[in-house]
């Protein structure tokens, strides 16, 4: 019989990716016993302002952030190239029926968290996802009430399960970055690809 790929998924604007994300995913591999880690990229977040960068340009510069990652490591574009508002649960329900046998877990920070009652679908996306929580910082790891039965020490690969990862102990925000690089302040938090990539094209000024 087959072991089911175990596929973790971090999704994000990633405008622009830093170097917050990369510890993540390479924490997530890690931790979650991982034979991928794909990004995925939103086209517009239902919690968040569309995106200042165009979809284009994110890619770019996700996929220069990646060069110096694991192979493990890759992006999934399914969001963009689906457009409109990303919600979750419609992205496990496309990846579920493109690629089935392989198990998804779901890698978000412990301030996305404290609102996932809310997200659309939430019970789907538990019936095909677990959930890998990033502490951050001014975040405690309370679990609202209807998961806390899910938390587990270590991901079984079931969907349904709810794991805490070390936190990157890195507190960088794209928001941040992007007013950093505005005002010409920013001098780390940057893979040294998407660095070079911004002042060769004289991004976010």
């Known amino acids: 019989m087959t072991t089911p790929r175990r596929v973790g998924l971090l999704g994000g604007a990633f405008n622009p990716p830093h170097l917050g994300h990369l510890r993540l995913a390479v924490l997530a591999l890690e931790h979650l016993a ?8 939103t086209a ?10 165009g979809a284009a340009l994110r890619l770019r510069l996700l996929r220069a952030a990646l060069e110096g990652m694991p192979g493990s490591c890759r992006v999934e574009p399914i969001e963009l190239e689906r457009g409109g508002t990303s919600y979750t649960a419609d992205t496990l329900e496309a990846l579920a029926l ?35 929580i990033a502490p951050r ?6 679990v609202p009430e209807p998961l806390a039965d899910l938390q587990r020490e270590v991901w079984s690969g079931a969907p349904g399960e709810l794991v805490w990862l ?11 970055l992007r007013v950093g690089l505005f005002t010409g302040s920013v001098t780390e938090g940057l893979p040294i690809e998407v660095r070079a990539a911004i002042d060769r094209e004289n991004l976010y000024r």
């Open 34 to 41: 991982l034979d991928e880690l794909r990004f995925v990229p």
């Open 44 to 53: 517009n977040s239902p919690h968040k302002p569309p995106p200042d960068g």
């Open 98 to 132: 493109r690629e089935p046998g392989t198990t998804w877990i779901w890698l978000m920070g412990s301030d996305q968290l404290e609102s996932f009652d809310h997200w659309k679908n939430g019970p789907r996306i538990l019936e095909l996802a677990s959930l890998g």
């Open 137 to 142: 910082p001014g975040y405690g790891r309370t």
């Open 166 to 176: 070390p936190s990157t102990e890195l507190q960088l925000s794209s928001s941040e």
